[in-house]
């Protein structure tokens, strides 16, 4: 059975009142008897939930991570961010994954309803502004990662840029026929990169052929995966002529395009966006996304807003820089 306060109260002598006086930096409890319990707590191996804590405190010392699917890579990442503040900061952090199947604004709001966090960072969700507005009615602090919304603080990266400069790369190096692999079009990321995309190749001079914005039939995920990246590609080396090398919108579809090459014989330069953990390893060129970087301020901006709600809402935009590898070289070897 796990150990409970009436045990730590018990071997030490004292009140149940004096042990969650104690777990609550009360200042009224004596140093002797402070110590005495927490020895006792630290050696029955008990620590106090963030709960019940809070129940005291009228705080739950609890934020909650709001995400469409957790088994996405960049999700992972950004989360491995905010995981890491949050334990450095003391706080407990809670995961709500929402459903594809389902109403993701009615998901959103049932859990702001709950209201049981002190706070909300709410992960590549995407509403209207008109949505975003209406959640305002539930007073509490939400911080969005990768969407913006005039109403709320927000942490995010500034895909045109990333997608301008991956496509100015290949037109530098000489490229002129530059396809591009784009995942679901109501995705702000998709479509601010396929815009980033479209305006440089207009301000190179170079016509912006539409047949070359491919996605696959996986919609899964909104696109973000190896299998969408695998129909993309074999659709663009059904093309005639071919492209002479690929923009991918993430690198796990970029992961995807190098297995149908290497399934249909083909190399072509191909660079992804995000950086992933294990993008290294396939010696893939990508425009890098400091992931963990936007879970941690996305923290430090919630943690803020808590403390001060009356503070001026505040945009924090990362801009992605660019990875050379293996991959966008003329000729290379496919992993």
């Known amino acids: 059975m796990s150990v409970t306060i009436y045990d730590i109260a018990r071997e030490a002598g004292v009140s149940i009142a004096t042990v969650s006086r104690v777990f609550n930096n009360s200042s009224s409890v004596s140093d002797k008897a402070k110590g005495k319990v927490l020895e006792i707590a630290d050696r029955l191996g008990y620590h106090p939930q963030a709960m019940a804590q809070g129940l005291a405190r009228k705080k739950s010392k609890l934020i909650s991570a709001i995400v469409p699917v957790i088994s996405n890579y960049f999700f992972m990442e950004v989360l491995e961010g905010i995981q890491n503040r ?22 959103v709001e049932y859990t702001l309803k709950r209201g049981m966090a002190e706070g909300y960072l709410i992960i590549s969700v995407h509403f209207s502004e008109k949505e975003w507005s209406n959640l305002k009615k539930y007073d509490v602090p939400i ?53 980033g995309y479209r305006r440089a190749l207009e301000d190179a001079g170079q016509i912006v052929e539409e047949s070359l914005i491919v996605t696959g039939n996986c919609l899964d995920r909104d696109g973000f995966t190896e299998r969408n990246g695998y129909e993309a590609m074999q659709k ?48 893939l060129s990508t425009m890098r996304q400091p992931m963990r970087e936007m879970g941690n301020m996305a923290v430090e901006k919630l943690l803020e807003r808590i403390n001060n709600r009356e503070k001026g809402i505040t945009h924090t935009v990362f801009s992605p820089e660019l990875i050379i590898r293996t991959t966008s070289e003329p000729v290379n070897v496919v992993v």
């Open 143 to 195: 911080v969005l990662i990768d969407e913006y919304s005039s109403d709320f603080d927000s942490v995010s990266v500034d895909s045109i840029e990333g997608a301008y400069n991956a496509t100015q790369y290949f037109i530098q190096n000489g490229y002129n026929k530059i396809s591009m692999i784009s995942a679901v079009p109501n995705s702000k990321p998709s479509r601010d990169r396929i815009l």
């Open 86 to 107: 949050l334990t450095e900061l003391d706080y407990d952090l809670n995961f709500y994954n929402i459903k594809s199947t389902e109403s993701i604004y009615n998901q």
């Open 236 to 283: 663009i080396l059904a093309l005639d002529p071919m492209p002479d090398s690929i923009f991918c919108n993430s690198d796990i579809q970029a992961i995807g395009a190098l297995k149908a090459m290497q399934d249909a014989g083909v190399q072509l330069p191909i660079l992804g966006f995000d950086d992933i953990e294990f993008s290294e390893f396939f010696g």
